[in-house]
């Protein structure tokens, strides 16, 4: 079936550096994305969103790009610091009216921010 | 800052017990998740919960799932008769009208079925 994945399951960056995170998707009705951070033994936690009418969207240290014509999100996170060393998730929704669909989630892709 | 909030943290039950997880979604929001998350694997979506139902669930969520909002706080995810493959983190989430799209997650119930 359709689903959202991500390329790689583990990123190492040093400290300082920028990460660039990326996910696939195949579901081409899908048409708002999100991008949630998840801590050991912790819930996922908000990143930053993305509605398909754009191609762009930037937040703390963080930058979502969507390239709907290969289907494909990124996460770029400026200066990583420690505290960015988490699993990360990209997930995608259909929601025609805003409703109540379920997310569905990418596997994740670790991030290690290297001393 | 508003959070989702779940109880308990951890739970052990033998198979074939039921089990009841809880969630107080953050005041003032009108929608209603469960998810799962198997150990390593991603995050799956069970159930959908607005106006006091189902909006929409999943393949996972079967006869033996079952949800309910008892009051104007709790959210609940009851498992019938557990099975061995039940044993994960179950995350809450909310969503408000004004909030658009954004689902907010609790911490999570880790759940192992013995």
């Known amino acids: 079936g359709e689903s959202v994945g991500l390329h790689l399951p583990t990123l190492s960056v040093q400290e300082g550096d920028n990460s660039i995170i990326n996910c696939a998707y195949s579901n081409s009705a899908s048409d708002y994305f999100i991008w949630y951070k998840q801590e050991s033994g912790k819930g996922p936690q908000f990143i930053i969103d993305i509605r398909s009418n754009m191609d762009k969207r930037q937040g703390q240290r963080v930058t979502v790009l969507l390239n709907k014509t290969v289907k494909h999100l990124s996460l770029q996170i400026a200066a990583t610091q420690p505290g960015d060393s988490a699993v990360y998730f990209c997930a995608e929704n259909i929601s025609p009216g805003g409703g109540a669909d379920g997310l569905t989630f990418g596997k994740g892709t670790h991030l290690i921010i290297q001393p | 800052e508003p959070e989702v909030t779940q109880t308990p943290s951890h739970q052990v039950t033998q198979m074939g017990q039921e089990v009841i997880l809880r969630c107080v979604p953050i005041?003032?929001?009108?929608?209603f998740y469960w998810y799962r998350q198997i150990l390593g694997q991603k995050v799956e979506f069970l159930v959908s919960?607005?106006?006091?139902?189902?909006?929409?669930k999943s393949e996972i969520f079967d006869d033996q799932f079952s949800v309910e909002r008892p009051d104007g706080s709790n959210f609940t995810l009851k498992i019938r008769s557990t099975k061995l493959e039940d044993s994960a983190m179950y995350f809450c989430?909310?969503?408000?009208?004004?909030?658009?799209?954004?689902?907010?997650f609790g911490p999570g119930t880790r759940l192992l079925v013995l």
């Open positions: 989430a909310s969503k408000g009208l004004l909030s658009q799209e954004t689902q907010y």
């Open positions: 005041s003032n929001h009108l929608y």
């Open positions: 919960f607005y106006n006091n139902e189902i909006s929409e």
